[in-house]
Each structure stands twice: as C-alpha cells, then as structure tokens.
C-alpha cells in the first residue's frame, strides 16, 4: 500500500487509505487520539457488562452506548450509533469489563440511565459519506470565524465537527462574556445548510482539543488524560513555595498550569508538621533566625546573621516545636553550632558526572596532512645533523665545534667521529 494513499486522523484515532481499486479503508489505530485509555483486562468477558462498550468520536468527545444490533462488535470496529438528530458513526475503544470501571467514574448508572443504542456496523457507503463531512471541517471552521468577526461577536470558535451522516455540526467556541447567537445560527444555517449546534469551551479544554507538548517535554495532560477539569489559583503555587511568575506558572491555555494541583496535598500535609516561627529561636549565644524550610524533608535552616546565608544549621521541625516552647518557659538550649550536621544524601543525576568535553579531540590535527609543516616550524622539525641520523657526542660529552659561518661543513657532517678523532 503506498504511503501516500494513507492519512492518519489522530482527532479521531484511525487511519484512512484507498486501496488500489480505489475502495475506502478505515482502521482503528490504537494511542494515536486524545484521552485513550488502555484495556488491562483483554480478553476477560463479563455477562452483565456484555452489551456496553466505550465508542469515541472526534477529539475528546465518547459515550457509552448498548449494542441493540444483535451483531458481534469489538474494539476497533467502526459503527453507526444513535444521535438526536440522524445518526452518527464512531469507533468503539473499549470493550468488556473496563466499560463498568469507565460507567463508575462518569456516575453511569446501566439501570437507571437511558444510553443510546449502536445501530450497525458501518458499511462502506456511511465511510464515503463520513470522510465527506470531515473533508468540510475546517473550511467550515474558517468561514464560520470570518462571519463571527463580521457580526462583532466577541467569541473564538475553536473546532467544528460535523456529524457522520453530514447533516449536523457542532461549533466548539469561547468567550469570555455571554453571546448572542441569535443572527449567528441564522446565517451559519443559511451559510452551510446543515443543523447548527454551539457548544462553549474553556482555555483548558481548548488546548486539550489542539494538543501539543508541554515544558516537561511530554503530552499536555488536558489531551492525554484529563476530563474534568478543577480550577486552580495562585495558592496552589504558594503552598509549594513557588515563585508567582506568570510566565513559569501558566500553560499553553493561558491559564495556570493543572499540574500545580498535583502534589499540593502533599505538601499541605507536610505544612501542617511544620512550625510557624513568627519570633527569633533564643540560645546562650544569640538568636537564630529562619532562613528557609524544606517542606518535604521537614527542615528548617537557621542562621545567627539574619543578613547572610553563609551560616546555615538546619534542624528538624519537630525539633524546632521543642525550642519554642523552651523559650516560651523562659528556658534556652545552649548553642546550636554544637548541632550535628545532618548529611542527607542527594540526588545525583548520572548525566552529570560525565564532562561535556569528553568529546573533545585532545590532539589538534594538522592542517594540510602529516607531510607538511606549519610554517615557521621547518627548523624545529628537521634534524641538526642534516641527515636522517642523530649526532654522536664526543667522549666528553660535548658537541663538534668545527663550524664555518655558524654550519657544519659537509666534511665534518658526514663523518664527525674521524674529525673527533684527527683533533
């Protein structure tokens, strides 16, 4: 199959090709869609949970839905669901006993909910009509913005998805007030002949919709896993002890970062061990004041001069607890530069025991090949003796002494030890 036949549409998880008689082919591609979620029980079968199953549409839009077709239907097949208006077409993702653990986390009830019913599989006449709709997404999407702006409407729409019969869209939009889609939808319905359904979004769920990488170098969380999101504010990132840079802090959204919420009931908990040292610790020999605390080692670092940070003698919270109350009785340790320090083992990265120059040549290459010198240096590099032999010495250690004009004559060159031996 030629690769460039093939389209991959990670909004939705599947690839698209032609075969060479030109038939269209749809297939599952598993991890290539936003919030995908693994089946770690493959294969295992419940009775109960037989007739659920997880079916996904474009971006992070899913549903759970009852097999009412009578057909057998597994993960990866393309299928024709019910909708409120026509019908739709997506793919099922999860099967079997993982519907349960999904339907328990979204508060499904399969007794009392009223879920929508799979129709059939999906033939190769609902995948032509299908990639038709999609193939008007995102003209649809930038006509739509171009009648927003020309209408005065303060409002940004972020994503169109059509429906897989082509005879609705959804316009995913934002704004920050409340709109007016009265003349809107009128000209969206005479614009592109279809139902018209608005739907707003939040920053996060926007960059959730588009995707990308975050500063950690990983998938942003509102695209891989996140669906509900919480709202986050400048607490979260004092109780951490982070510096309120809004640069740092804030996402591709614009927003503060969901991963600030992480581990801030660790922290929290750590905190509350943790003293409040609102006056200077007492000893015999001076006040010790708090510098810094490292919150999940629980230690506190003082030091008698309050304007330097030479000086450091950490000491553990619960210990800290003890002073203060030493002193509130009137009652002071004697020194705390008899403390002992503590040496905690850190963290070392094995990139940075290597040096970055361990891929430096140690030997410069000469310029030119090995058979010619730099100039400047032929007389370092030629032999004294003119020959391809080094110079013997005298018996007494000293060199011929017969020069003309500052050289050797070529008599004394050729044999120095008959020279030697005529003096």
Known sequence: MDNENRKFDCSRGCVVERTDEGELKCDYRQGCCKLEVYDWLPGVKQEQYKDYFEVRFKNTRKGIYVNASGQTIKMGDLVIVESATGHDLGIVTLEGPVVSRQM??????????????????????????????IAREHETMIRARQIAAELGLEMKIGDV??????????????????????????????????????????????AGLIGGLGVCGRE????????????????????????????????????????????????????????????????EDGLAYLMKTDILKETMYFSYDQSSFANLYPLPAAEVREIIRMNRNGQKPESLKGEPVQNVPEFISAVGDDSITRFDETRRRRKGGKGKNRPGQQNAQRPKNGGGRPQQRQAGGTRPQNRQGGQMNRQDRARPEQKNAGQ
């Open 220 to 283: 942003l969380c509102c695209s891989n896993y996140i669906s509900s999101f919480q709202s986050i504010t400048t607490a979260a990132a004092r109780t951490q002890d982070l510096s309120l840079n809004p640069q740092k802090l804030a996402g591709q959204c614009g927003k503060l970062k969901c991963c600030l919420n992480y581990e801030t009931a660790v922290y929290i908990d750590a905190q509350s061990r943790i003293p409040k040292v609102l006056n200077p610790l007492e000893f």
């Open 104 to 133: 328990k986390c979204k508060k499904i009830d399969p007794e009392t909910a009223e879920l929508k019913k799979i129709y059939r599989k999906a033939k190769i006449f609902d995948l032509e009509k299908w990639q038709e709709a």
């Open 161 to 206: 998805e059509f429906q897989g019969d082509g005879t609705k869209a959804i316009f995913y939009y934002i704004a920050d007030g409340r709109v007016d889609f009265r003349q809107l939808i009128k000209v969206f319905a005479e614009e592109f002949h279809i139902r018209i359904e608005m739907k707003q979004i939040g920053a996060r769920q926007e």
